[in-house]
């Protein structure tokens, strides 16, 4: 079983960086929805076969088909392509990569330091002690309604809240801008942004 | 009884200085001079009334003292209004209100042309009331509200003509140089004060000699500070500058404030705080010194000089010098008599000198005068009795006595005597050289311009009034080797207010000799005078043509160097660091913070470029730095 | 309640003076606002005459002093605030001094300021009630409140009605003066948590806040938090360098409130507050002072010879005065403390008066380039008198109120430290100096522009008269306002004499006991040794 | 000292997890965000963005979970569950936005929308 | 959940009905007036139930939520601040020419979010208020769709939101992955056993949490985006974004920390001082000639909050107190002053531009009057609230002796009197002739409007919305009322901190 574990979380991670490094985005949605499976795969391993399965459910079905649909609409499909390939140079890389190794390092020798302490003490043993087992969805549901009742009610008010300000953005957008922009340019052209340039003032 | 009424006699000329200040303006040129004279020869009046009620009956100790109200009170410090008269102080105010009046009479017809009129007047009763007080002040700062008033008032007329700037940067040379001595006028009186804890003149001589040692450093620095103050007043040697360039005012200026009475002011303050100046016998022999070296200094001055003022004025410096000897011998009377005998005939001098300049409309040049004896009979006779008395003719004029007196008390004044009495026969060679030579040059030899106004009544009493003083003024101090009873009795008449001389006084037989001495120098500086400027000009043009002649002129013109000096040393400088400094370096440093403020905005504001991943990188970057400072500093 | 109501009736006179103006919609060019504003300060100036008839000395306000009003009501009690006013001699004489000038500044402004008059009395009157304020407030919080709250109409007057570089000149003032009063903020606090360490009660009092023992060190830092507030008022050299461009920038009545209400706020604050809340630490502190003090004398006359335009001249002017201020207050013996309160006096109506002369001269020809003025006596020869007495009143003439200030201060700054005193004695060389070049610039020498202008009119004539007839009255009279200071003066000394024996050079008016042979090279009074005991170490970090 | 047991005592987990110590899984999650983060700065297309910002969520979800697994207690599913319904709302909310950018601004470019700087 | 648990709840349960309430109203009946209206009436119930509920108080309801005196005054401030944010945005929304029903719900929602955020004890309770209170947001920062700025605003702050919602998630998820419990009492309790606080994971948790925290305050680091969305949203969102989100965010971060000693958390609190002396200088330094005015109210909350961190690390009783009156003070004014931007601002543009400014005095005085009295207060002037609330943060650092940081505090407010008096004499300068009648051209780059831009606020001296004037008249009364005398509210303050202790 902790084979299980490795290869799933070999496979996030490939996933998730090839995400990142794809041109075209539909290509990167569908890396993206291997990466929720795989992190899917890690949940049940870890013991959590409820939250996997909702995973899977939600995350991978409903947002990701949002993603879908935006594409659709926007028509993104292959031109997006040499837009995309035009804006990624590689010096682009080069910036965010040697940054966020550093936010790597810096988290991860945290999380691996050998529990010294600096007072020379070590790290309560419980931490590094593996402990894990199952908890199912029984479990979830039961303090789900216990203690958490009031966060479901909060979270309805999110998801409340979400739904009207999508309602009121979305409804703003006419339909026929859906097959382009308004001044009917090639959208990759944005570079000279000719609408009123800004007045950069003082 | 007169003495009550003492108060009146400075507080008429500030009346008169008051209606004119205020009413000046309206008033016509008659009533104006009949306030500003007028005022001026009340005062006299009732001094005069006053000196005979003081002499008649004089009161206890020969001594009035008159507060008239509680000027200041703090803590110990309670320097009142108060007037102190006693015969020292009787003779000051006499002579500073004759003088004064006949000076007043005089400028009324001089000034009749000018504009501001009223306004002269004002500044010289201005004058004349603080100069009574400075010489009636009981306590030492009421002494010194005088004093400073006189240095303004001097500084108001010299530049009374203020059209011209040059008039104006002498009054303001004049009023600065005296002011550098008032500072260590003022610095003294602290001294005194916070060592002897008053300010009455009297009672601070009673405790100086009670708690200080004489020859001690306090009274040593008290006397030296005062010194300070007197030379900066009476133009001595270090600070005499300003005096030459004080001729720029009118000529009844120079007379009543230059050559009278302000510019003895020192001579009259040592004289007051004698008490202290014998206490410190190096300071004593400094005045001394001072006063020698001045008299020599200015009286070579005066004898290139071609402004006929300016030749006065360095006579009277000289002359000075004269009484600054006498008081520093310890011959404080001597001192005083000399003082009178000067203002008399000093003040004539510069009268005759505004009559003839009056009548050749303005003209300064002696050079460009000439022959003036027939066309100004009347100015010619009192110029010559004036000119007599200043070079000490013998016997005959009053200059002669007080000028013995000082010979013969410097001659017996121990040590340093000799050498004193050297210089002032030397001097009075100079004095009699430089003042032929200007009767000769202006009076005698072909006229060379028309006397267009000769003077009038007005200025005509005045003339013969000094004119007589000058000469039968020495007989009031008869010299006592001739045995006439009654002799010396100015000196007698002074010694209830100032100590005998300090040293005994001569032999009369080496008395007789000094007189014959100084008599015959006086008589050959007056034919030297005669040879070199009116039998054959030729000489003297010949002697100043040799090289050394030409330095020699030049330098002596100059006033030995001493105003290039001052100016090179000190005016300048301060100039050019105000100019530097005008907006002020330390602001400089102020805006500095202003621009660094400046270009970190800038620098700040480039940060917010309005790109979304720019901010998000931020937002990385701070997330890394707080977790490096949260785990690693911890 | 007689002092509340000093403070009430300028503010509400400003509230009301902008209301008319407001409402008449100013087509009587704001005559009803100058009135109002007017009636105001006269109404402040019945209500001083009624106390000052009815004052006794020592209501039993605090240990020392002779208190003769006070108020005290409850205000923050949550932080110790209480709002405390208290008059006594030294008080009243600078809110008297508050109200004539305040008279005197609106008479000058009257057709002075056409736009907006309502909104400028408005702020005139709220920097008057502020400035009077400050001189009653006897609680620190309250001192502070109205030590801030004076600025900004002060900021209003000159960023408003001000002349070419207003802008500058009013933002570099208000920004010079408000770190100034937050370092005195922190220095206030700082005393208020180590009195209320020691001994539990967290006060602003005045008096319960007087003799806190505290390290010398603690002493030295919060004296020198108040020092800084009150230097940059006052102004002392290094920080001086917003009063040339306020006072030039500034309308006549505001110049001449800057000068003489606001200046004096900071030697107010150096009298009653910095020494005597820190005796020792000030005694340590005086050498620095005084040295300071005569920088400021010196390199403000240098200053000033060097100008060119009228009223920074005269700015310059005022900061070689307050030199003499700072060297008054550090010497801090009877004598010295006497001079200071004449010379804040004095200060305020010459430089006032010389003000009010720019100000009329800058209405006639427009300009205060002294390069373009020149003989101006021949036809202006009334504004050349008044102008002739107050350059001789600056540098220092006898006879005139700015000579006996002058001579106290040197005399009692002699006694504390000779060295010191002699050197700020050079101040009168140097002042003659300027004085003397300004006249000769303005009124004498040849004429460089043809100017026609009329010479002062019945109104200004009058304001003269008052103010040529006052300083000579000080100069020759000036007991009684040296009477009416002196019991408070005593206090003050008590109060700073009580911690620390600042030891006099001499035995002072006692005629018969002589004084000990002190020679004059004896060093000055030197480094005093502290006697405030060892403060308890409440000083963290 | 040992973390106190949880209330409810868990039935042996089959699937031996406690071999897998839980810093290994926290940093699996830790790489997830991190490759999210990257993505968020390397990439300028919006819909970029917004994914990788959802690998990030989805990263600390997955923390989450194995911090709860680690403890036994079903909180840390629950904290899951509220990620969902937040993330679920964001992108809603985001997708909108994105339309309307898209139809302002011409494309999906994030440095096209820099209309406020300075 | 007993019925008296359900009773201290009221408040809460009142604000979240509410929303659901007024969106099922205008579902009926579609008006702007009625959306407004309903409201209006909910947050004054949910106000006038807050002291219904403090009798109830001390209670904690579930593990997530916490009722007491410190949660119910800060739930007060919030719902008294959206009062105002509603009552400013009525005028606003009926120039703007899009369906403004929405706005009403999406402010409530923001509202129950903060409310949540107050009373929560719990890392759940925490993570939802925040989320509700920022997806609402995203919504209303780029309310009016045509507008391109709004948009822009609202994809940065969504972008950025997402970004630091995630490093929270993180630093939770660590939190809780060391001390087995999610909620603050137990952390505390947790860390407090034993050496915890050094322990480098927990402080490197705590530090993701406090990337959240930044964001969310806009404090040095993260503060970026604030001038952008302050300027691109609509005016009311601006004032609302400024006060409550980060004055709820900051109650939280106060009770986090009450029972806590900072300075035993050495590292931590270090990090903060950094940030407060960052964020001092950067807001202050970024507005110094800074011509839109919204961007100068943006700089200016920037280094206000790093004054306010000042009072967070002193220490002693003063802390809380200090806090708690400065975010008063803090809330008026700047809904004071953004409530002036609001009230001037035309359709097409808010009024942001500096020069639209110049000689406002002359035109509108109450206006002016009142902005000014905004910015004293900004700059702490004395007879203003933002005076005392100074006074108190320079208190509460003297009394904790951190005079460095005070000194900093010092210099800052120096610098920040340039902007602010430098809008105020814009104001109080003559207006240049030929602005007279153009008075507001608003500086938008948006395509200019088919109608010549009528602007609200022209020179005839156009009237006031009621509404707007109605919130200024109350705010600037009540500022100086707590300049003057601020004991009632000081009062008020004790009685929340005995709760908190």
Redesign the interface.
């Known amino acids: 079983m902790i084979y299980a574990f490795y290869i799933a979380a070999a496979v996030a991670i490939v996933s998730t960086a090839m995400v990142i490094v794809q041109m075209n985005i539909v290509h990167a949605l569908l890396y993206l929805i291997l990466s929720l499976l795989s992190v899917a795969v890690i949940f049940f391993v870890v013991g959590a076969p409820f939250v996997a399965a909702l995973e899977v459910i939600i995350y991978a079905g409903a947002i990701m088909i949002l993603f879908v649909f935006v594409i659709m609409m926007l028509n993104l499909g292959t031109q997006s392509y040499r837009t995309e390939k035009g804006w990624m140079r590689v010096w682009t890389w080069v910036g965010p990569v040697l940054l966020a190794s550093v936010l790597l390092a810096d988290v991860v020798y945290m999380l691996v330091s050998p529990a010294r302490l600096p007072g020379g003490g070590r790290l309560p043993p419980a931490f590094v002690r593996p402990y894990a087992m199952m908890v199912g969805p029984r479990a979830v549901g039961v303090t789900l309604f216990g203690p958490y009742l009031i966060g479901v009610e909060l979270a309805s008010i999110l998801l409340l809240s979400g739904l009207i300000g999508a309602l009121h953005l979305g409804r703003a957008v006419r339909p026929e801008s859906f097959i382009g922009p308004v001044s009917a340019k090639k959208p990759g052209s944005s570079k000279k942004t000719d609408r009123g340039e800004g007045t950069v003032k003082k | 009884m007169m003495l009550p009424y003492l108060w009146l006699i400075p507080a008429l000329p500030f009346a008169g200085f008051l209606v004119l200040s205020v009413l000046g303006r309206r008033m016509g040129n008659g009533p104006a001079a009949a306030v500003g004279v007028g005022s001026v020869g009340l005062s006299a009046l009732v001094a005069i009334l006053v000196a005979s009620s003081f002499i008649n009956a004089p009161p206890p100790a020969h001594v009035y003292t008159q507060t008239l109200w509680r000027w200041i009170s703090v803590g110990g410090f309670a320097p009142g209004v108060m007037l102190y008269l006693d015969s020292l102080s009787l003779i000051m105010v006499l002579v500073v209100t004759v003088v004064g009046f006949l000076i007043h009479l005089y400028s009324a017809e001089f000034m009749a042309a000018d504009d501001g009129y009223s306004r002269f007047f004002a500044y010289m009763n201005l004058f004349v009331g603080s100069m009574l007080v400075l010489v009636l002040a009981g306590n030492l700062l009421f002494l010194y509200l005088g004093w400073e008033g006189v240095g303004l008032c001097s500084y108001l007329l010299i530049g009374f003509w203020y059209r011209e700037p040059e008039n104006g940067a002498a009054a303001i040379k004049a009023f600065v140089v005296t002011r550098v001595g008032d500072t260590a006028l003022a610095i003294g009186l602290f001294l005194i004060f916070i060592n002897l804890g008053t300010l009455d003149i009297q009672r601070m001589m009673n405790l100086a000699a009670l708690h200080w040692r004489p020859g001690g450093a306090l009274p040593t620095i008290a006397a030296a500070l005062l010194l300070g103050g007197a030379i900066g007043k009476s133009a001595q040697l270090p600070l005499q500058t300003w005096l030459p360039d004080a001729m720029a005012g009118p000529t009844p200026v120079s007379a009543l404030i230059h050559a009278a009475t302000m510019v003895t002011a020192g001579v009259y303050l040592i004289a007051r705080t004698n008490v202290l100046f014998t206490m410190a016998p190096a300071v004593q022999i400094a005045v001394a010194v001072i006063g020698a070296a001045t008299l020599l200094v200015s009286g070579m001055s005066a004898l290139v000089q071609h402004d006929i003022k300016r030749v006065l004025a360095y006579s009277t410096i000289s002359q000075i010098g004269y009484m600054f000897v006498a008081l520093g011998v310890g011959a404080w009377s001597a001192a005083i008599f000399h003082f009178m005998t000067h203002a008399f005939f000093k003040a004539l001098l510069f009268l005759g000198a505004g009559a003839v300049i009056a009548g050749l409309g303005g003209e300064h040049d002696i050079f460009r005068m000439g022959g003036l004896r027939r066309q100004m009979p009347l100015a010619f006779w009192c110029f010559l009795a004036g000119a007599c008395s200043l070079s000490a003719l013998p016997l005959v004029t009053a200059g002669f006595y007080s000028k013995g007196l000082i010979l013969s008390s410097a001659w017996e004044a121990g040590r340093a005597g000799f050498w004193l009495w050297a210089a002032a026969i030397a001097g009075a060679l100079l004095t009699s050289i430089y003042t032929f030579r200007l009767v000769f040059i202006v009076f005698f030899g072909e006229a060379k311009a028309k006397i267009s106004k000769k003077p009038g009544p007005r200025a005509a009493i005045p003339l013969v009034i000094l004119a007589f003083l000058s000469v039968a003024g020495g007989f009031v101090n008869f010299p006592a080797f001739f045995g006439i009873k009654g002799s010396m009795f100015f000196s007698r008449f002074l010694a209830s207010a100032l100590p005998s001389a300090t040293y005994a006084a001569p032999l009369p037989e080496t008395d007789l000799l000094l007189e014959a001495v100084a008599a015959i120098v006086s008589l050959a500086g007056i034919y030297v005078a005669y040879f070199f400027f009116l039998s054959s000009p030729e000489y003297s043009r010949e002697m100043a043509g040799t090289a050394i002649g030409k330095v020699l002129k030049r330098f002596w013109f100059e006033d030995w160097g001493f105003d290039w000096l001052y100016e090179k040393t000190l005016a300048a400088p301060y100039r050019w660091l105000a100019r530097t400094n005008r907006n002020d370096a330390v602001d400089l440093f102020y805006s500095f913070i202003a621009k660094v403020n400046m270009f970190f905005h800038y620098g700040l504001s480039l940060s917010q470029t309005g790109k979304v991943r720019f901010y998000a990188a931020v937002i990385a970057l701070g997330a890394v730095v707080t977790i490096t400072i949260a785990v690693f500093a911890r | 309640m007689e002092l509340l109501w000093l403070i009430i009736a300028p503010f509400a006179g400003g509230v009301i003076a902008w209301l008319i103006d407001r409402i008449d919609g100013g087509d009587r060019r704001g005559l009803p606002a100058r009135w109002v504003s007017l009636l105001a300060l006269v109404f402040d100036l019945a209500l001083l005459a009624a106390i000052w008839a009815g004052r006794h000395a020592g209501t039993g306000v605090g240990k020392y002093g002779a208190w003769f009003l006070q108020l005290k009501a409850g205000w923050i009690p949550e932080i110790g605030a209480s709002f405390h006013l208290a008059m006594d001699g030294l008080s009243f004489l600078l809110v008297f001094l508050t109200v004539f000038l305040g008279i005197v500044s609106v008479a000058v402004s009257w057709n002075e300021i056409k736009d907006r008059v309502g909104f400028f009395h408005f702020n005139l009157l709220w920097c008057l009630a502020g400035v009077i304020g400050v001189f009653l407030a006897l609680d620190l919080f309250l001192f502070y409140f109205f030590w801030e709250m004076m600025l900004v109409p002060m900021y209003f007057l000159i960023a408003v009605w001000g002349h070419e570089r207003r802008r500058y000149a009013a933002m570099k003032f208000f920004i010079f003066t408000q770190l100034g009063g937050l370092v005195m903020l922190m220095a206030i606090l700082g005393l208020y948590f180590i009195h209320g360490a020691q001994t539990g009660v967290y006060t602003f009092d005045y008096f319960s806040l007087i003799g806190t023992r505290m390290s010398a060190a603690a002493a030295f830092w919060l004296m020198l938090g108040f020092f800084t507030a009150f230097a940059v008022k006052l102004p002392a050299v290094p920080v001086h360098s917003w009063l040339p461009d306020a006072h030039t920038e500034a309308p006549t009545a505001g110049s001449v409130i800057l000068a003489g209400l606001l200046l004096k706020t900071g030697a107010y604050g150096l009298l009653r507050f910095l020494v005597p809340l820190f005796p020792a630490a000030s005694a340590s502190f005086a050498p620095v002072a005084m040295a300071i003090g005569v920088a400021g004398i010196l390199y403000g006359a240098i200053l000033a010879f060097g100008q060119t335009d009228l009223k920074k001249l005269i700015a310059d002017t005022s900061i070689s005065h307050m030199g003499f201020i700072l060297i008054g207050v550090f010497a801090w013996n009877s004598l010295a403390l006497q001079g200071v309160v004449m010379q804040i006096i004095c200060h305020a109506i010459s430089t006032g008066m010389l003000f009010i002369l720019a100000g009329a001269l800058q209405e006639r020809i427009h300009t205060r380039d002294m390069g373009l003025m020149g003989r101006l006596w021949e036809k202006v020869p009334v504004m050349g008198g008044v102008g002739m007495v107050f350059a001789l009143a600056s540098l220092g003439l006898p006879g005139l109120g700015n000579f006996v200030a002058e001579f106290l201060i040197l005399l009692g700054a002699f006694k504390a430290n000779p060295a010191m005193s002699v050197l700020a004695a050079l101040g009168l060389i140097v002042s003659t100096v300027y004085a003397l070049r300004m006249m000769q610039h303005v009124f004498h020498g040849e004429e460089r522009r043809g100017w026609s202008l009329p010479d002062l009119s019945a109104r200004e004539k009058g304001v003269a008269a008052a103010m040529i007839i006052l300083i000579v009255w000080l100069g020759l009279f000036p007991q009684p306002v040296i009477d009416a200071a002196s019991p408070a003066l005593q206090g003050l000394e008590a109060i700073a004499g009580s911690q620390v024996k600042i030891i006099s050079v001499a035995g002072l008016g006692r005629m018969t006991a002589p004084p000990a042979q002190a020679s004059f090279y004896r060093t000055a009074s030197g480094p005093l040794k502290s006697g405030a005991l060892k403060g308890d170490k409440n000083e963290r970090r | ?4 047991i949880p209330a ?1 005592p ?14 290994y ?94 | 959940m007993s019925g008296a648990d359900l009773l201290a709840l009221l408040p809460l349960i009142l604000i979240s009905i509410s929303p659901v309430a007024v969106m099922l109203a205008i579902a009926f009946f579609r008006g702007r007036g009625l959306a407004a209206a309903l409201a209006l009436l909910g947050l004054f119930i949910s106000f006038v139930s807050l002291p219904f509920a403090a009798s109830y108080a001390p209670r904690s309801v579930t593990p997530l939520l916490v009722i007491d005196n410190y949660a119910l005054f800060y739930m007060g401030l919030v719902f008294a601040a959206t009062f105002a944010v509603a009552l400013l945005s009525d005028g606003y929304l009926r120039m703007l020419r899009v369906r403004s029903e929405e706005f009403y719900v999406l402010l409530l929602l923001a509202a129950a979010g903060s409310a949540v955020l107050v009373a929560s004890a719990h890392f759940a309770s925490f993570f939802l208020g925040l989320e509700t209170l920022s997806v609402s947001l995203y919504a209303l920062l780029s309310y009016p769709v045509t507008r391109e700025k709004a948009i822009e605003a609202g994809v940065k702050y969504l972008v950025l939101a997402a970004i630091s919602s995630a490093f929270l998630l993180f630093g939770m998820a660590l939190v809780y992955a060391l001390s087995g419990t999610m909620e603050f009492s137990g952390i505390a309790a947790w860390a407090a056993a034993g050496i915890k606080y050094s322990n480098p994971v927990f402080l490197g948790a705590l530090a993701l949490i406090a990337v959240g925290f930044g964001f969310k305050l806009a404090v040095a680091p993260f503060h970026m985006w604030t001038p952008d969305v302050y300027e691109g949203a609509p005016a009311p969102v601006s004032a609302f974004v400024a006060t409550v989100s980060k004055g709820a965010v900051f109650a939280l971060f106060l009770r986090y920390f009450a029972r806590v000693d900072i300075h035993t958390m050495g590292s931590l609190a270090l990090a903060l001082t950094v940030i407060s002396i960052a964020s001092m200088f950067a807001g202050n330094l970024l507005a110094l000639l800074q011509n839109n005015v919204k961007r100068i109210l943006a700089y200016s909350s920037i280094a206000h909050l790093g004054y306010l961190i000042v009072a967070f690390l002193a220490s002693g009783a003063l802390r809380v107190t200090a806090v708690s009156f400065y975010l008063v003070a803090y809330f008026i004014t700047m809904l004071g002053a953004f409530g002036v931007v609001t009230v001037l601002s035309g359709p097409d543009g808010d009024a942001e531009d500096i020069e639209g400014y110049r000689g406002l005095a002359a035109r509108r005085p109450v206006i002016a009057g009142v902005f000014s009295l905004m910015l004293f207060s900004l700059a702490g002037i004395p007879l203003t609230a933002g005076f005392v609330g100074k006074f108190y943060i320079i208190a509460a650092g003297a009394g904790s002796a951190l005079w460095l940081l005070i000194s900093i505090l010092v210099i800052n407010s120096a610098i920040g009197i340039y902007y602010y008096v430098r809008v105020i004499i814009t104001m109080y300068s003559p207006a240049p002739v030929e602005a007279e009648e153009a008075a507001l051209p608003p500086k938008s780059t948006e395509p200019a409007g088919p109608a010549a831009p009528e602007q609200a606020a022209s020179a005839a001296g156009a009237i006031i919305p009621i509404g707007g004037g109605l919130v200024l008249a109350v705010l600037a009364i009540g500022l100086i009322w707590l300049g003057v005398y601020p004991s009632p509210l000081l009062s008020l303050i004790r009685k929340t901190i005995q709760s908190l202790m």
């Open positions: 000292m040992m973390p106190p409810n868990a039935p042996v987990n089959p699937l031996r997890m406690d071999m897998i110590p839980m810093n899984a926290l940093i699996v999650a830790w790489v997830l965000f991190v490759i999210g983060v990257i993505g968020v700065l390397a990439r300028r297309n919006l819909l970029f963005i917004l994914m990788s910002v959802e690998i990030m969520l989805n990263a600390s979800g997955l923390a989450f979970v194995v911090a709860g697994s680690r403890w036994g207690q079903p909180d840390g599913q629950i904290m899951f569950i509220f990620i969902l319904a937040m993330a679920a709302a964001e992108v809603s909310v985001g997708l909108a936005l994105v339309l309307l950018a898209y139809h302002r601004f011409g494309g999906l470019d994030a440095d096209a929308a820099n209309r406020m700087k300075g």
